[in-house]
């Protein structure tokens, strides 16, 4: 059975972490990519990736939200197309997708400090 971590806020302040709606960064993924196990899964981001990180007429987020959930997508994205983690996405209700950044066995050659300097070069 697949155990599901689910984002918690990086801010102590309880009223600023209600009303974020970006609870996780770049380098908290990061951070729980160097230490995951595969099969580890964790929920990065909870809502409509797409419109909530769309910048332009209509946009959902204000700045400097909406920069940090489109840094942490793509951190993901990268983070797939090197195979360090398979990206998932469920459906909860309209509108609102949880997605899950899956670790997968290291590529050779990573282990945990060099996979670690190799998110930490790309960030």
């Not at 997508?73 to 797939?80: D, F, K, L, M, V």
């Amino acid at each position: 059975m697949t155990t599901i971590s689910f984002i918690r806020p990086t801010s102590s302040d309880k009223a600023t972490s209600r009303m974020s709606k970006v609870a996780m960064t770049e380098f908290d993924l990061c951070m729980w990519l160097g230490d995951a196990m595969p099969g580890d899964t964790l929920e990065y981001y909870r809502g409509f990736l797409a419109k909530d990180a769309w910048k332009g007429p209509g946009q959902r987020l204000k700045e400097p939200e909406r920069s940090v959930l489109e840094r942490l997508a793509g951190r993901a994205r990268w983070a797939s197309e090197r195979g360090f983690a398979h990206l998932v996405q469920r459906r909860i209700a309209p509108e609102q997708f949880s997605y899950l950044v899956i670790a997968r066995p290291r590529p050779r050659g990573a282990r945990g400090q060099l996979l670690l300097n190799e998110l930490a070069k790309a960030a």
